[in-house]
């Protein structure tokens, strides 16, 4: 094996979580390249791998035209793969690799297939049904999806397909030099260095999860947090993260409680970089819980229908707080500081 291809579409944080399923195959293939194809919005998360040697970009949810198709074909039939791995449970990715001739193709069992397939599976069941196992028939080995708890490890599953069966290793990162010594900078400018401060973080924009829509927590209900907190622990820093995404919220935030400190990273080194410095981190299921987990930063984070358990793997330092009605307003700050002084 010289050469693999993984197709991740999604977000930030999923490639994050893939992140070990790629370390392990560069463990197992001493001399493999491994490329990946991500949508645009989350290239940036491959300033943080160590194993990735190409990064291609392709907008996977847009509705592509030939000449898109025929250039990532194009791209892909070059590099001359011999494995290719996704993680997108669409028929069209493992299509896509057996359209450019990558000899095996790895994928999940029980395929999304398109409506047109499915209207034909009920309407016409033996060409409908033809048509399903022609679908499946572009992977050479399909492995169960939901075997696991923990999306990082289901991931790594997929390894399954090639003949691997190792343990799935915690998600690493490697910060850059230059985004460690913006982190410090920045500490320096908010008069915190050698403190331990406390990050909040909300979440929304290009940074969501895709695996359950964006939803603040009200600015009244950290407000709340931040009070509880302070009655506490009244001199320790507080420093909320700021993005292009999420001015608004954090101007609103800040107008209750002005005593909190703002910092704005450009890119996901420098959001990594900050909260490794940081003590703990309060966050919303978004890129930085995965980011905090890969430096194994105290954590508390909030989920609205999706389980805990499916992003968060077990760990005295990580607590997870699914809200009873699926909604994160909903959750009350009361829980959320219990949860503060468990992981503190």
């Given at each position: 094996?010289?050469?693999?291809?993984?197709?991740?579409?999604?977000?930030v944080?999923?490639?994050?979580?893939?992140?070990?399923?790629l370390?392990?195959?560069q463990?197992?293939?001493?001399?493999?390249?491994?490329d990946v194809?991500?949508?645009?919005?989350s290239?940036?998360?491959?300033r943080?791998c160590r194993?990735?040697?190409?990064?291609?970009?392709f907008q996977?949810?847009?509705?592509?035209?030939?000449?898109?198709w025929?250039?990532l074909?194009g791209?892909?039939?070059?590099r001359r793969?011999?494995?290719?791995?996704t993680?997108?449970?669409?028929?069209?990715?493992?299509?896509?690799c057996?359209?450019?001739g990558?000899?095996q193709?790895?994928?999940y069992d029980?395929?999304?297939?398109?409506?047109?397939?499915?209207?034909?599976?009920?309407r016409?069941p033996?060409?409908?049904?033809?048509?399903?196992?022609?679908?499946g028939?572009c992977?050479?080995?399909a492995?169960?999806?939901?075997?696991?708890?923990?999306?990082?490890?289901?991931?790594?599953?997929?390894?399954?397909?090639?003949?691997?069966?190792?343990?799935?290793?915690?998600i690493?990162i490697?910060?850059?030099?230059?985004?460690?010594?913006w982190a410090?900078?920045?500490?320096?400018r908010?008069g915190?260095a050698?403190?331990?401060?406390?990050?909040?973080?909300g979440?929304?924009?290009?940074e969501?999860?895709?695996?359950?829509?964006?939803?603040?927590?009200p600015?009244?209900?950290w407000?709340?947090?931040?009070?509880?907190?302070l009655q506490?622990q009244?001199?320790?820093?507080?420093?909320?993260i700021?993005?292009?995404?999420?001015?608004?919220?954090?101007?609103s935030?800040?107008?209750?409680?002005?005593?909190?400190?703002?910092?704005?990273?450009?890119?996901v080194?420098?959001?990594?970089?900050f909260?490794?410095?940081?003590?703990?981190?309060?966050?919303?299921?978004?890129a930085?819980?995965?980011?905090?987990?890969?430096?194994?930063s105290?954590?508390?984070a909030?989920?609205?229908?999706?389980?805990?358990t499916?992003?968060?793997?077990?760990?005295?330092?990580?607590a997870?707080?699914k809200?009873?009605?699926?909604?994160?307003a909903?959750?009350?700050?009361?829980?959320?500081?219990?949860?503060?002084?468990e992981?503190?």
């Open positions: 094996m010289t050469r693999v291809l993984a197709l991740l579409p999604g977000d944080g999923r490639q994050l979580l893939c992140f070990p399923t370390e392990t195959l463990r197992h293939y001493a001399h493999v390249e491994i194809i991500v949508e645009p919005r290239k940036q998360a491959y943080l194993t990735v040697d190409n990064v291609l970009t996977f949810e847009n509705r592509n035209g030939a000449a898109d025929g250039n074909i791209q892909m039939r070059d793969y011999d494995a290719g791995l993680v997108s449970r669409d028929w069209s990715a493992g299509l896509l057996w359209l450019v990558i000899p193709r790895v994928g029980n395929l999304v297939l398109p409506p047109w397939v499915r209207f034909a599976r009920k016409f033996s060409v409908g049904g033809t048509l399903a196992d022609l679908s028939a992977l050479t080995a492995v169960p999806p939901n075997a696991r708890p923990y999306d990082a490890q289901r991931y790594h599953d997929l390894l399954l397909g090639l003949g691997i069966d190792a343990p799935c290793p915690e690493a490697q910060i850059p030099a230059e985004d460690q010594q410090q900078s920045e500490q320096q908010l915190i050698d403190k331990r401060f406390i990050i909040l973080h979440g929304t924009g290009a969501n999860s895709d695996d359950e829509p964006s939803q603040f927590y600015v009244r209900s407000e709340s947090v931040i009070a509880g907190y506490r009244p001199d320790t820093p507080l420093v909320v700021q993005s292009a995404e999420n001015q608004d919220w954090v101007k935030l800040v107008s209750v409680c002005p005593q909190l400190l703002v910092v704005t990273p450009e890119h080194g420098q959001l990594a970089a909260i490794e410095a940081g003590h703990l981190m309060i966050c919303a299921d978004r930085p819980l995965h980011l905090g987990v890969a430096v194994k105290r954590l508390v909030l989920f609205g229908a999706l389980e805990p499916r992003h968060l793997p077990p760990a005295p330092y990580f997870g707080l809200s009873l009605t699926s909604k994160v909903d959750i009350p700050p009361i829980q959320i500081l219990e949860k503060v002084w992981v503190s």
